[in-house]
């Protein structure tokens, strides 16, 4: 049976990434020899002018059958005072599907080390996972909004940070074996209790070393000293600013992709980026981050090992030839710089 992948393509530049990440995934699928079909469904803005809903009940029954889920990005400025907005939909799904484990790695490229704002030397060893508590606190709390005042409410049950702190450590075991828990514990209540969650969960790795950052000071060592970092766990407001914080480490949001696990059912990967309304409809759009969002699900919900490095090492190689697009300063559109990765894939011996 052919695994089925959701594409939610959605808004902005959206469409012209997701259409690079099929192109890639058809190409690699070929070499691999991957049975795939692909539905594509509307999401976002784009449903909301077609349905009036950001996640249409049809969506979001393909997506709960998938056997996996591409999400490109959503959002658009037409809809930033409505009442019903596409980020709702997103927000809708991954609560929907239970997407409590968003996995964002920051990996640097070699070659382009001189495109990041920091000195190349800050650079060296970075490689670093954060891993994003993605369906519960400040998000999925009570919001009001009045006149006069406004509030949201962040709740955390014990669970809910348990098993997303557990799948950090999961991670950490198969990597450099550090866990930095990142909270505000010298104010929030809810960073108090993860705090000791995590310090409870720790006992049960004890090869892995478990350490704690006020997210103040995290995000500023993110800056000044990266490479300390393995994997950061955190909660889903400060691993949203984070994850964009580390993603100028690369030298450009368009490169990082991500991963959203539940304890059961089809995972989603998408890039952290959003629908970049500034550049959308030009072509102009890197469309790397979806391309390795793509590798991720071959990698994670197919167990396709070899696929994910065929892609990665395209999308390198590419990177190593100085074709770039607009946003690391190169002039490669989204189409060319897509077309030279699938021809490394085509070459690719591995
Ligand atoms: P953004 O991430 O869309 O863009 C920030 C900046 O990065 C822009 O200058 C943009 O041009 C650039 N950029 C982002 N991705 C790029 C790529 N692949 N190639 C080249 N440049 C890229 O953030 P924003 O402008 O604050 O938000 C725009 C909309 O996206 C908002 O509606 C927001 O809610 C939404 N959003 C959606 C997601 C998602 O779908 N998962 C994530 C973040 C933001
Ligand atoms: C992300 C985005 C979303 C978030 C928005 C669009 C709701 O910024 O995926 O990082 O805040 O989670
Ligand atoms: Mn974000």
Redesign the pocket.
């Known amino acids: 049976m052919p695994k089925k992948i959701v594409a939610l393509a ?1 808004d ?3 469409p012209e ?1 997701m259409g690079a990440g099929l192109e890639v995934l058809a190409t690699v699928a070929k070499k691999v020899g991957f049975d795939y079909v692909v539905e594509e469904h509307a999401f ?1 803005g784009a449903a909301i002018d077609q349905v009036g809903h950001p996640l249409p009940d049809q969506t979001l029954v393909a997506c709960r059958t998938a056997d996996a889920i591409l ?7 037409q ?1 930033d005072n409505a009442a019903v907005r ?2 709702q939909g ?1 927000l809708q799904l991954r609560k929907e599907l239970g997407l409590f484990a968003n996995i964002r790695p920051v990996k640097i490229f070699d070659s382009l080390k001189d495109y990041s704002p920091l000195k190349a030397e800050r650079l060296d060893g970075v490689d670093l996972v954060m891993v994003r508590e993605l369906t519960g606190g400040i998000y999925f709390g009570e919001h009001i909004l009045e006149t006069d005042q406004a509030s949201d409410s962040n709740t955390y049950q014990v669970e809910e940070i348990e098993r997303v702190v557990r799948s950090a450590f999961d991670l950490a075991q198969k990597r450099r074996k550090k866990v930095t828990s990142i909270d505000k514990q010298n104010v929030l209540a809810t960073s108090k209790l993860w705090r000791k969650v995590a310090e409870e969960v720790g006992k049960d790795y004890p090869d892995v070393t478990l350490e704690h950052q006020l997210v103040d000071s995290a995000a500023m060592l993110l800056i000044t000293n990266p490479s300390r970092f393995d994997v950061l766990v955190t909660e889903n407001l400060f691993g949203d600013i984070l994850s ?1 914080e580390a993603s100028v480490l690369t030298g ?3 490169v990082l992709p991500s991963a959203s696990h539940a304890v059961a059912g089809p995972s989603l990967y ?10 959308a409809g030009q072509g ?4 790397v ?1 979806m391309i390795l969002s793509v590798a991720m699900m071959l990698e994670e919900s197919f167990d396709l090992q070899v696929a994910g490095k065929i892609i990665r090492q395209a999308v390198e190689q590419t990177f190593d030839k100085g074709i770039l ?3 690391l300063g190169g002039s490669a559109m989204t189409s060319q710089m897509t077309a030279h990765i699938i021809e490394e894939i085509e070459r690719s011996s591995l």
Do not use: F, M, Q
């Not at 999400?71 to 400025?77: D, E, M, Q, R, V």
């Not at 998408?270 to 629908?275: D, Q, T």
């Not at 102009?284 to 469309?287: E, V």
């Open positions: 959605g902005g530049i959206g990434i976002g999400l490109a990005a959503i959002g658009a400025p809809y596409p980020e997103l964009d450009t949001l368009g998408e890039p952290i980026h959003g629908s970049a309304p500034d550049i102009i759009a890197n469309p981050s697009t607009k946003d």
